[in-house]
Structures are given as C-alpha cells and as structure tokens.
C-alpha cells in the first residue's frame, strides 16, 4: 500500500498532524519535493514538534523515513533538526533515516541569491521563505545543481562550487549584496557531507524493494497544491510539484504503484507569502481574520508570519481534488470554527460579471474574482476533541457534509485539535479502510 498526502489549499491544512496519525499503520513515510521551507507541527502529549525536512514519521522510533530525490537538501538545516530532534529523544539514525543521492543540495548562495531575487522584486515579490529553494531547484533545471551524490566527492563539489558561485555572485554583487566565497563555503559544507555520507541510499530502490516485501509506505507532500509550479497560482508559488504526480517523479516510484490520495483540507484557508487570495478575509472582515489567526494559531511554524485567513473555498479545492485523484479528504480544524455565528463557503467565482465555477489561470488580476458565498449557520459550542461524528453538533455535520458535497470526495476524517487522538475517523470511508488495513 503506497497512500500519497497532499495539501489542498495554500500550504499548512495540518498534514504534519495527519502523517503522525496514519504513520502508525505504515512502515516508512517518505518526502517527495520541497525542502525545509515545510513546517510540519506535530503534538504528542506535552512535546512539540516542527519538521522541516525530515518526515513527520521520524517521531515514530520504529518507522523508516526517507528523503527523496525530488527535495533539495541544506545540509545545515537537515543536521540542525537532526540534532534538535536527537535533543528531544528522538534517535536518528542511518538505518532509519535515508537520503537520495540524487537530491540537489541547496548551497549559501542559493539562500543569498533567494534574498536578492525577493529585494529585485520589490512590491511584486513572491514572500519566499529565503531559505534558497526556489534558485537550488532553478540549477536543478539549469543542470548545475549538485547533487548529493556530486558532494560526495570533494573534487567533484570543490569544482561545482566554484563554477556556480561564479554565476551566482555576479548576479549577488550587481544588487549590492557581498559576493560570497568558494574556499569557506567548502569550509562549511565539507564536515557537513562528511557527515551525511551514511545516511545517502538509492532511495528508490529501497522504496521499491520495501514495497516488493509488503511494506507500507506513505508520501508526505510539503506546500500544497495552489502553491504547485505547474498548477498553483503561479508565480506565487514553490519551485517544486506537490501535486500527486510529483509523488511519483519526486520518490522515484511508478504511479501506478500509488494505490491512494488523501487531500488536507482545512475548514477555511490561509495564505503565507503573496499573491492571488480570492477569499481573503480583508477591510471589514479583518476582525473575522484576526479571531480566527488566534483560534487557529496561524503564525507560520518556520517563519512566524502571520498567516492571511479566508474562508472555505470550494472552487479552489474542488480543482485540487481533480488534479490529484483525491480518494479521501482528512478536514482538519473544525474546532477553530466553533465560536462563529455564521460561516461562509465561497462556492463559485464570478469574473467580470460572468459566473465561473473552475480555477482560472489569472495572477495578477485576482482583484477581478468576485467570490459568490453560500452563508451557513455556525454551530457556537465546543468541538475540541470529539471523536465521534455524531457527538459533533448538527450544525457541525452539516458543514462537514457541504463542504463534501462542494468539493465531490467523502471526507472519512475530522480534526478536532491539534493532538493525535482528537480525531474522528468516518465509518465505512475509503480513509477508514486504508486506516484499518
Ligand atoms: P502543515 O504544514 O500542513 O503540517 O501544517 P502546520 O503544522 O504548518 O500548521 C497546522 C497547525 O494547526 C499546527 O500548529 C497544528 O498543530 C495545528 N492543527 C492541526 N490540526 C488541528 C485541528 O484540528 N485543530 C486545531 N486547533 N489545530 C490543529
Ligand atoms: P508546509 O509544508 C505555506 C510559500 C511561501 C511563499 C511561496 C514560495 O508547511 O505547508 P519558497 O520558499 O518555497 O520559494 O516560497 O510558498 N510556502 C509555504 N506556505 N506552507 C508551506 O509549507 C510553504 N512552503 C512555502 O510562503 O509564498
Ligand atoms: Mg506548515
């Protein structure tokens, strides 16, 4: 069994939460893409966990984790959450943890050419999280990137670095920013590698031979799929593909070998970072913003940003749902609605008058995309750890069941607070099987 999870919306649905509960029932949990501008918060009793690049299954002492090669890997931040994850208990060791050797590593000079691409924008910046993803995947496409099996030879990285940097500070020195220098940089990465070495595997191979014995083995998807390269709200996106296909491409397995999809679906959205927002809650609704960033605590788990709230969007995520496959939706946050009075579901667009019921290609002129919002009545009581779906109020099963019939795929889970066991997994659902197989 291979289940892929993806982030619906814009990043930050709750799939670290998610990934710790399914993770139980498999064997390995594997990343595809992105690198750690993922923050993936996961609570289990009083401790508190951010994953950035390492697998929210690394909590789990008896399950494998892997990095695939569609990631791209800052050798510093992998062994900096190494080490914090050690610091709270958790081993992590080279036969549990396995690192592509055909992952792009990021280098300083993609983190200082990420800053100086966000100065050059200026008012149309795209709010990166400046940790060098976006320019480690454009040498990627450039083909320059280095991999992690290129580092593993110094003479090999030595050139690399060398040869890049070149580019890099010409373009780092015309915006006015310190050139940087190949000798410290080696300096700083050469121990790093050195000590990644153990943890390098043919990680598709190993997925592959672990599926041939009957393991289990779930994907977990950073960003989401609104922040896609291919079918996000470009350029206001990641540089990679969350998306279900780029599980395929980014662990190195056949798609045919997915045997699911499971969409994380919060029960509004947010947006960190710019860009095209079509139900944001702005001008009078800011209050509404800023009870439901408190609720929700939506300040972003790397960066601190306060995250833009905005209700539900069903055109958005029903696009989501079609460009994956979703079998199953697991709705995450339902306890953060429960003070609202009225809740709003945005359940169509309409563009220059003209009503539209798809996800248009537009970026700039998001200003034009007027949401057509169905109001529903809150349920005003307490959600906060229920378990059973009918102990939720009516008003809540009835939002639960809109927002199903909105988006076209069952939702077989509920989150009802941030810990593992207030949960509400819905009988006879796809999501129950894969949960009980
Ligand atoms: P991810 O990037 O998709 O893994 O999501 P984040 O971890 O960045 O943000 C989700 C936040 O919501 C985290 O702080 C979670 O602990 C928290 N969370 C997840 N599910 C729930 C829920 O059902 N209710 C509440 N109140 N918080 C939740
Ligand atoms: P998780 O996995 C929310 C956003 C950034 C920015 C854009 C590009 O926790 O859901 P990048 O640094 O990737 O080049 O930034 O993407 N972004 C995220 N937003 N959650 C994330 O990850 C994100 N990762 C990147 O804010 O708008
Ligand atoms: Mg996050």
């Not at 290129?150 to 580019?167: Q, W």
């Not at 790093?192 to 592959?208: G, K, N, Q």
């Not at 009870?291 to 833009?308: A, D, F, K, M, Q």
Request: glycine content about 10%.
């Amino acid at each position: 069994m291979i289940i892929v999870i993806i982030g619906a919306q814009w990043g930050d649905e709750g799939k670290g939460k998610v990934v710790d509960l399914l993770a139980d029932r498999f064997d390995i949990v594997s990343r595809y893409q992105g690198g750690h501008n993922a923050g993936h918060s996961v609570y289990v009793g009083d401790r508190a966990f951010v994953l950035r690049l390492l697998p929210s299954g690394i909590i789990h002492p008896d399950k494998t984790c892997v990095l695939g090669n569609g990631m791209v890997i800052d050798p510093k931040a992998f062994f900096e959450e190494v080490d914090q994850i050690a610091q709270q208990g958790i081993d992590v060791t080279p036969e549990r943890l396995k690192v592509s050797s055909r992952a792009h590593l990021i280098m300083p000079y993609h983190r200082a050419l990420d800053h100086t691409s966000e100065e050059r924008l200026g008012n149309e910046k795209i709010g990166t999280t400046l940790r060098g993803i976006g320019p480690a995947y454009e040498d990627k496409a450039g083909r320059r990137g280095i991999r992690v099996a290129d580092a593993l030879s110094p003479d090999i990285l030595k050139l690399r670095v060398e040869r890049n940097l070149e580019e890099a500070n010409r373009i780092i020195a015309l915006f006015g920013n310190q050139p940087l220098r190949a000798d410290e940089i080696l300096e700083e990465i050469t121990p790093l590698i050195e000590r990644l070495r153990p943890f390098v595997a043919e990680t598709s191979h190993f997925l592959s031979e672990a599926k041939k014995a009957g393991k289990k083995i779930l994907l977990e998807g950073a960003q989401a799929t609104l922040l896609d390269v291919d079918h996000g709200t470009y350029p206001y996106v990641t540089s990679s593909n969350p998306t279900a296909g780029g599980a395929s491409v980014g662990a190195g397995i056949p798609p045919h070998h997915i045997t699911g999809v499971l969409g994380i679906v919060r029960t509004y959205a947010t947006r960190v970072g710019e860009g095209p927002f079509p139900t944001e809650m702005l001008d009078e609704e800011e209050s509404m913003a800023n009870l439901i960033r408190e609720r929700g605590n939506e300040y972003g788990s790397v960066t601190r940003r306060p995250r833009r709230c905005g209700w539900f969007d069903a055109v958005a995520t029903r696009y989501a749902a079609e460009l994956n496959g979703f079998d199953s939706i697991a709705l995450t946050k339902l306890d953060v609605l429960d003070a609202l009075e009225e809740i709003k579901v945005c359940i169509g667009y309409e563009i220059a008058g003209e009503r539209v019921d798809t996800f248009p290609a537009v970026s700039y002129d998001l200003s034009q995309i007027k949401p057509v919002y169905e109001t529903l009545a809150g349920w005003q009581s307490n959600t906060v750890g229920v378990t059973q779906f009918d102990k939720l109020p009516e008003l809540a099963q009835k939002y639960v069941r809109f927002l199903s019939d909105q988006i076209g795929v069952e939702i077989g889970l509920i989150s009802t607070g941030p810990e593992r066991d207030q949960t509400v997994i819905l009988k006879d659902s796809v999501m129950e099987g894969w949960f009980s197989e």
